[in-house]
């Protein structure tokens, strides 16, 4: 009783103050968060621990690719942490400005094709990204581009914008989901919640392929074939795999001639998965039906581009994790893997443990 007694005081006087003590002498390291626009759930985890620079200006598009290119060569020197908000590369320049004692760059991002891996594992520099916290919003994406495809919404969008609606028994006919064979590449996270969401749309079959077999597959009914086998066989095939030098164009002039004229490409991985230019000539020639993407490139795509001149199309401007809650639970899951690797504490969600 006694030194149960004891145990317990002594750990909640002790607790409070090695937290403190941590965090006081945490506090002199510096923090660079690459955006403006940085959701401040990160930044309260962040400001509990560190000292917080974030860049006055944002980190994607045009302002991305100038003046916070510039601000950030600024504001870097002496980081501990970066946190990468953008689709812009980490180049060498900046990795080079920020000095030795940066230990960690915290994407917040699912893919981290644009980090530059081999250069961060050069230098022993951690890297961590945020998988997970983002499969279900993209995977929403991904049933709105199945539908969106299947059932025209850039064809009829058109029509409701011009006033000029065909209204006929016959007219503007989609294709259905109930029935269908719908082709996963990648069952990952998104992968997986794309077919959970999918589960009540009375599919009649689901494949995947991938590198390996996955064991969560089996629960979601999921059949594992080639690559080839299932362009062949799927009605509607849907693209969530990282880019990595093996995926890219892996939709190309062959692979897209595998598919079923009745076939629907869904993207919601990254544009250079696909070969734009074989798309663009598969859609016009209506070698397959249909195809919707959240992801293009480039990005943004340019409004003249030759791509938006096709019916069958439908494109989202890469929205797929573009929620609130999702956006804030991919900020606070980025900043917790910048307080473990500047704590001692393993990565949450290493890509570079
Ligand atoms: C940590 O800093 C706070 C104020 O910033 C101070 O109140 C506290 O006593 C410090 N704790 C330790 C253990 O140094
Ligand atoms: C097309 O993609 C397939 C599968 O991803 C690949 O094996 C093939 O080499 C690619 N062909 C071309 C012309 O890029």
């Known amino acids: 009783m006694l030194y149960a007694f004891i145990v317990t005081a ?7 103050a090695h937290n403190a003590l941590t965090t006081n002498m945490t506090k002199n390291l510096k923090v660079l968060v690459s955006s403006n626009d940085y959701p401040s759930s990160g930044l309260d985890v962040l400001r509990e621990h560190f000292t917080v620079v974030q860049s006055p200006y944002c980190n994607f598009g045009e302002e991305g690719a100038n003046e916070n290119k510039a601000e ?6 002496g980081s501990s942490a970066l946190v990468w908000i953008s689709h812009h590369p980490i180049t060498k320049e900046l990795l080079d400005k920020a000095g030795p004692q940066l230990k960690i760059v915290s994407t917040a991002s699912a893919g981290y094709n644009h980090c530059n891996v081999p250069e961060l594992k050069a230098r022993g520099i951690k890297l961590s990204n945020t998988p997970n916290v983002l499969s279900s919003a993209v995977a929403e994406i991904a049933v709105g581009l199945i539908l969106g495809a299947a ?5 009829n969008l058109d029509q409701v914008r011009r006033g000029e609606w065909e209204n006929g028994f016959n007219k503007v006919l989609g294709q259905d989901v109930r029935g269908s064979t719908v082709g996963i590449v990648g069952l990952g996270g998104i992968g997986q919640a794309t077919v959970k969401r999918l589960s009540g749309f009375e599919v009649g079959k689901f494949l995947y392929t991938g590198h390996r077999e996955k064991p969560e597959a089996k629960a979601l009914n999921a059949e594992f074939t080639s690559l080839d086998n299932l362009l062949e066989q799927s009605d509607f095939i849907v693209l969530a795999v990282p880019l990595t030098d093996e995926t890219r164009h892996m939709i190309n ?3 897209l001639g595998k598919m079923k004229k009745n076939a629907i490409l869904v993207n919601v991985g990254r544009g250079d998965l696909v070969d734009q ?15 919707g993407l959240d992801v293009t490139t480039p990005e943004p795509l340019p ?3 030759k791509l938006l001149t096709l019916p069958n199309l439908f494109v989202l401007p890469h929205i797929g994790s573009a929620t609130l809650r999702t956006r804030s639970d991919m900020a606070v899951l980025a900043s917790n893997n910048v307080v473990n690797a500047l704590t001692g504490k393993p990565l949450i969600t290493p890509v570079l443990p």
């Open 10 to 16: 002594v750990v909640g006087v002790l607790l409070p």
């Open 72 to 77: 950030l060569l600024k504001l870097i020197p």
């Open 151 to 155: 059932r025209r919404f850039t064809e």
């Open 253 to 255: 002039s062959t692979t």
């Open 277 to 291: 230019e074989a798309l663009y000539e598969a859609l016009k020639n209506k070698n397959i039906y249909a195809a």
């Open 303 to 305: 409004k003249d581009h």
